[in-house]
């Protein structure tokens, strides 16, 4: 089956633009995350939903970083007013139900870069 | 607060041979334990994962890793690698209170040699 998905692969943008990033679950996940990863680093917890609602946002750097996810499906990471310190890669993961004996599967990431 | 170290960010090793990679983290409470791998241009993928139960958790493709409470330690291993194993290994913890944030190590690259 279609694993996750994010959209789009590559994001080349301005300092001081604004980015939206998106990311397709796995059809029945209801839990889905977002994670950045900087060069040489390991991923870093932004946000986690569980359905519609953000059940932590304790990792979201600044009010800069925003996420959606109306429909508690498609999730849109929403950065604004690009720094260069933001450019990483933005990975998102679904797993079936919140909880640690569920796996999360990650997308392949979008690799945004702020010039 | 809590933290993960992977002291090799490299490890070369020869095919067939046995590889060790390490994995040590900081926590004040209880937590559970994952190994992720990153295959070139490919999305992170679950290896294994301790939970509870027995401390020797066996994953895909041969791997094994042993969780030492004492030593807060949760080192992988496979006893013969092969040239398909080459990727990128992460170590992540979560809290058994707050299990959907996952910390994760920074990573160390596997590199399988003919």
């Known amino acids: 089956g279609a694993g996750v998905s994010q959209t789009p692969s590559n994001k080349v943008t301005e300092k001081g633009k604004y980015v939206e990033l998106r990311c397709d679950p796995i059809s029945g996940h209801t839990a889905l995350y977002w994670y950045r990863q900087s060069l040489g680093q390991g991923p870093e917890f932004l946000i986690y939903f569980q359905g519609t609602g953000a059940a932590d946002d304790s990792g979201l750097p600044n009010d800069r970083f925003f996420a959606v996810r109306p429909e508690g499906s498609v999730s849109t990471l929403k950065i604004q007013r690009t720094e260069r310190g933001d450019s990483a890669v933005y990975l998102c993961?679904?797993?079936?139900?919140?909880?640690?004996?569920?796996?999360?599967?990650f997308g392949p990431g979008t690799r945004l870069t702020v010039l | 607060a809590q933290s993960v170290t992977q002291l090799d960010s490299q490890v070369p090793v020869f095919e067939e041979a046995p590889v060790e990679l390490r994995c040590n983290y900081s926590s004040s409470v209880s937590v559970y334990l994952f190994w992720y791998v990153q295959y070139p241009n490919q999305g992170l993928q679950l290896l294994l994962k301790y939970l509870s139960g027995s401390t020797l958790v066996k994953g895909i493709n041969g791997f094994e890793a042993e969780f030492n409470k004492s030593q807060t330690s949760f080192h992988l291993r496979k006893p013969s690698v092969h040239i398909s194993d080459t990727a990128e290994y992460f170590c992540a913890v979560s809290l058994i209170y707050n299990f959907n944030k996952f910390y994760f190590g920074s990573g160390t690259k596997l590199n399988v040699k003919p």
């Open positions: 993961a679904s797993s079936p139900y919140r909880g640690a004996y569920n796996e999360q599967f």
